[in-house]
């Protein structure tokens, strides 16, 4: 199983700064397999990020993945009012396909 | 559009089980695997497994294996998640998710609004 570790926990942050968060794997991914969703409270996780890099559709282009390896990266380049909220990192492949989330690194306002 | 719609909130005791719902619409059922994942309350996303709604096979890791079943009707599109032997421990919202894939990767979206489970005496 690939376990994912998100850094920071907690990521203090003003509107209009840039986000950098982190998500390390266990082992080397294939980064066709890796993701990133955003939950805000009360409501279910938001499809940002597939394929490490590809923006899903609808999602603005101040959010970008990038990584490869056991290192990937979560970057929002200019914070607005709407993207505090906590975000999961998740791979899911493999034969048979298995899913593992991070556990989550929460953006708040600073 | 795309769209999965779960059945609504259950309570349950200790022992039990509980037996929720996802109707898929807007799509080819039989073509995109439905997955589940849970989020107990405060804490991330587990995932406890998928089926492929066109032959019925099903993937559970290990933790889950032996006390969920999933199950899916293609008459009314609907995939069902059962969860036997009820803990407190399982108190937690249900999403159903369907997985997407393009050559670039593989995704879920969209989810359903989610089921909240609570297991209590």
């Known amino acids: 199983e690939i376990v994912l570790t998100q850094s920071p926990g907690t990521l203090s942050l003003s509107p209009g700064e840039r986000a950098t968060l982190s998500c390390r794997a266990s082992?080397?991914?294939?980064?066709?397999?890796l993701g990133w969703y955003q939950q805000k409270p009360g409501q279910a996780p938001r499809l940002l990020i597939y394929?490490?890099?590809s923006r899903a559709a609808g999602i603005p282009d101040r959010f970008s993945g990038s990584g490869s390896g056991t290192d990937f990266t979560l970057t929002i380049s200019r914070l607005e009012p709407e993207d505090f909220a906590v975000y999961y990192c998740?791979?899911?492949?493999?034969?048979?396909?298995?899913?593992?989330f991070g556990q989550g690194t929460k953006l708040e306002i600073k | 559009q795309v769209q999965l719609v779960q059945s609504g909130a259950e309570v349950k005791k200790p022992g039990a089980s509980v037996k929720v719902s996802c109707k898929a619409s807007?799509?080819?059922?039989?073509?995109?695997?439905i997955h589940w994942v849970r989020q107990a309350p405060g804490q991330g996303l587990e995932w406890m497994g998928m089926?492929?709604?066109?032959?019925?096979?099903?993937t559970y890791p290990q933790k889950f294996q032996g006390r969920v079943t999933m199950t899916r009707d293609t008459s009314t599109t609907t995939v069902y998640m059962e969860l036997s032997n009820l803990k407190s421990e399982d108190t937690a919202m249900y999403y159903c998710?369907?997985?997407?894939?393009?050559?670039?990767?593989?995704?879920?979206?969209?989810w359903g609004q989610g089921t909240l489970v609570t297991v209590s005496s």
């Open positions: 082992q080397n991914v294939i980064t066709t397999f």
């Open positions: 998740q791979h899911y492949g493999g034969s048979p396909p298995m899913c593992s």
């Open positions: 998710v369907r997985e997407g894939v393009a050559a670039k990767g593989y995704w879920f979206d969209p």
């Open positions: 089926i492929n709604p066109s032959g019925g096979f099903t």
């Open positions: 394929g490490a890099s």
């Open positions: 807007g799509y080819t059922f039989s073509s995109y695997y």
